[in-house]
């Protein structure tokens, strides 16, 4: 019987091994794109001012103003990759498609997870504090 942390361990490298989704690379349909230039760190969501989001990073700062709720979850999402320019579609409606198949694809990995876990653990009470370990080694977040 292997223990939570053994089943982390082995979830993490399974899922390394099987291939994480880059986003937005392999979410992103060809269209029109800008670039914005973002610090090369982990963001996170701030608070929202007068229909604005702001973006900041792990440290508390403010690095951007995003226009709505679903840029600043793409800009969160893409940030993942660390890279210091994002690129971005212009259009408000492929940002949500994006989004939108992006965060699918995040819930089928917790949804295989948890019943991964639960196969494992059927009495464990853990499910959510485990799916989220392994999420945050993998460096992922679901907003």
């Given at each position: 019987m292997q223990t939570e942390k053994e089943f982390i361990?082995?979830?993490?490298d399974t899922l390394n091994k099987?291939?994480?989704k880059v986003f937005p690379d392999e979410f992103l349909s060809l269209s029109k794109t800008t670039a914005i230039s973002l610090p090369s760190k982990v963001l996170i969501m701030g608070e929202e001012f007068f229909g604005k989001y702001e973006i900041l990073s792990a440290d508390r700062k403010a690095v951007y103003?995003?226009?709505s709720y679903t840029e600043a979850k793409y800009l969160i999402y893409a940030s993942r990759?660390?890279?210091a320019i994002l690129t971005i579609p212009l259009n408000e409606e492929e940002i949500k498609q994006t989004v939108m198949q992006y965060e699918k694809y995040l819930d089928s990995l917790m949804k295989e997870i948890?019943?991964?876990y639960k196969k494992d653990f059927p009495e464990g009470k853990n499910s959510l504090f485990v799916m989220n370990e392994i999420l945050k080694i993998l460096?992922?977040?679901r907003y």
């Open positions: 361990a082995k979830s993490v099987k291939g994480i103003q995003a226009s990759k660390k890279d948890i019943s991964l460096n992922l977040v």
